[in-house]
């Protein structure tokens, strides 16, 4: 059985900084092998894009909003980083990762099949 878990979050005051983490389990699950997405949602709106990297880490994309701010990588093993700076309030949801095997459409949350149970950041103004 395939499980992701996030882990990292918490509250922070705005300028600070918080690392996600999200890690793979499932004996046969080659994490390293699919790409993975974070998002985020806040109360009252969509899931929405936040970062993506490759399965080789080659390849990684950040909504706009945080482009600048965040950056998203992984290691050889079966962990994804998010490494989340110059924290905004409106940075403020839980946060989610989630996998797929390919790298297409990578910012639409309907293609992925592995999901996390989500870590809450908060941020203070």
């Known amino acids: 059985q395939v499980q992701l878990v996030e882990s990292g979050g918490g509250l922070v005051q705005a300028g600070g900084s918080l690392r996600l983490s999200c890690a793979a389990s499932?004996?046969?699950?080659?994490?390293?092998?699919?790409?993975v997405g974070w998002f985020r949602q806040a109360p009252g709106k969509e899931r929405e894009f936040v970062a993506a990297?490759?399965?080789?880490?080659?390849?990684t994309d950040y909504a706009d909003s945080v482009k600048g701010r965040f950056v998203i990588s992984r290691d050889n093993a079966k962990t994804v980083y998010l490494q989340m700076n110059s924290l905004r309030p409106e940075d403020t949801a839980v946060y989610y990762c989630?996998?797929?095997?390919?790298?297409?459409?990578?910012?639409?949350?309907?293609?992925?099949?592995?999901w996390g149970q989500g870590t809450q950041v908060t941020v203070s103004s």
């Open positions: 990297i490759s399965a080789s880490g080659g390849n």
């Open positions: 989630a996998a797929r095997p390919i790298w297409t459409y990578y910012t639409n949350p309907r293609v992925y099949g592995y």
């Open positions: 499932g004996r046969t699950f080659n994490f390293n092998m699919y790409t």
